[in-house]
C-alpha cells in the first residue's frame, strides 16, 4: 500500500546499509507484540514501541533513546503504513531526522532476508 501520509521513506536497502555499517541509527518498531512473534529483525537493531501504546502515551510512550528530537530515526511497521503514520506525527512534533522504512518488514524479508519472516 502507497504511503497515505506523505512521510518521508528510506528504502529498505538504504536502511540495512546503515544498520549493518553500525552507523548511529534507531530503528523503531511500531507493530504489536504478537506480530513481532510472526517476523523479526536482530533485537540489537530495534526499538520496539508498539502504536497502541503511542496512541495511549503519545509522547510520553516514546523510550528514553528515541526522546531526542535530532535522534536519526526509521519507523518501520508491517507493510509501510503505520510507520508513514508514526513518521509523520513525529515531525509534526518537531523530530527532524524520521523516516519510513518503505514496505516495512514485508518489504525488508522479500528484498534483503526472507529468513525474518513473512505474515
Known sequence: MANPYNAPEISVQEAAQKLKSGEDVILMDVREPHELLRAKLPDEWVTSVPLSRLARELLDGLPENVRQKDAKIIVMCHTGVRSAQVTA??????????????????????HIDPKVGFY
Open 89 to 110: 506525527w513525529l515531525r509534526q512534533q518537531g523530530w527532524t531526522d524520521v523516516w519510513s522504512l518503505a514496505g516495512g518488514i514485508d518489504a525488508w524479508a522479500r
